[in-house]
């Protein structure tokens, strides 16, 4: 069985590739297919993880799960699913898109509070490319994916910012410090074109 430290670029294409068959025969047959024997047992360990669907660099559904709480394989199932169909920002993806959707998979690790003793010490904490960021305040709670600030350009103080958007909180809230940021890593894997091949985003260096 592996874990997150010894996926591979195999690893990945597999995985990728197994989340658009999962979606393909949902949105076909209306069926869950059950993975094979190989891909439970190399996946059977707990990881977060989200799987993200893009039409002509359009996001078109993103669901996933920020904690390890359900082994991979069945994460990744439900994530797939959702993400084609349950993304309350989309209409659910057609079985006829999907010549013309990428698929795309982020593993996580489990996110970590960040301890500081003054909200300027986030900026020197976090690293755009590498970490994933979780908001919470109160009832409030949002998540940007490593590669989001990659994608548009931002800053480690505009990635706080956004993730504070994401919570519903105003862009400063995390100079508060009743509020709560953690970190986590990513390791993306994703189709260059649909049913294409699948490569592993580079980061940051």
């Known amino acids: 069985m592996k874990n997150y430290d010894t996926i591979s670029e195999k690893d990945g294409d597999n995985i990728v590739k197994t989340a658009r068959v999962i979606v393909t025969e949902y949105l076909k047959n209306g069926i ?24 002509n660099q359009e996001l078109r559904g993103c669901i996933g ?7 991979l394989f069945n994460a990744l199932e439900d994530a797939a699913i959702s993400a084609a169909t349950k993304d309350p920002r989309f209409e659910p993806v057609k079985y006829s898109e999907l010549n013309s959707i990428t698929f795309e998979v982020t593993i996580l690790t489990s996110p970590k509070k960040i301890n500081v003793s003054k909200p300027e010490e986030y900026l020197s904490q976090i690293k755009v490319g590498r970490d994933g960021l979780i908001v ?9 994916l490593p590669q989001v ?24 809230h ?25 490569i592993k985003e580079a980061l940051w260096d």
């Open 32 to 55: 869950t297919i059950k993975p094979k024997k190989e891909f439970i047992d190399n996946f059977s360990f707990k990881s977060g993880v989200f799987v993200t669907l893009n039409n």
């Open 65 to 71: 799960y920020p904690l390890p709480d359900k082994l």
């Open 136 to 144: 919470k305040h109160g009832f409030y709670s949002g998540l940007l």
């Open 149 to 172: 600030p990659i994608e548009y350009g931002w800053n480690e103080e505009e990635f706080l910012e956004h993730t504070c958007e994401k919570a519903g909180l105003p862009k400063n």
């Open 174 to 198: 995390w100079k508060n410090l009743e509020t709560e940021i953690q970190k986590f890593e990513g390791i993306v894997f994703k189709e260059e074109k649909p049913n294409g091949i699948v």
